[in-house]
């Protein structure tokens, strides 16, 4: 069993910079790869980054040049680093941890940006 535990959202003007973090718990021995998602009213949730313990990173559109995907295996946590943030950013912001044969997700920290 997987755990996510996310932290990080609150309110920040545009322009301003928020990190998220994932504390990561249990057995990832067999992870694909782990990632953030974002979900706006009325919108589907969409990929904003995702990481491979081989390294490879991808980043939706969106987001590239702004935000920075990292994690530190030692600690188990996985990190974003939002800089240059847009009101189009407001989001809950999900952690995801993907395996084989299902994904874990967390519980979501709300992002707001204010114009």
């Known amino acids: 069993q997987v755990q996510l535990v996310e932290s990080g959202g609150g309110l920040v003007q545009a322009g301003g910079s928020l990190r998220l973090s994932c504390d990561i718990s249990g057995n990832i021995f067999r992870i694909v790869s782990m990632g953030w998602y974002r979900q706006s009213p009325g919108k589907q949730r969409e990929l904003v980054a995702t990481?491979?313990?081989?390294?490879?990173?991808n980043y939706a559109d969106s987001v590239k040049g702004r935000f920075t995907i990292s994690n530190n295996r030692a600690k188990a946590m996985l990190y974003l680093q939002m800089n240059d943030l847009k009101p189009e950013d407001t989001a809950v912001y999900y952690c995801?941890?993907?395996?084989?044969?299902?994904?874990?997700w967390g519980q979501g920290t709300q992002v707001t940006v204010s114009s």
């Open positions: 990481l491979t313990p081989r390294g490879e990173i």
């Open positions: 995801n941890d993907n395996f084989p044969d299902r994904d874990y």
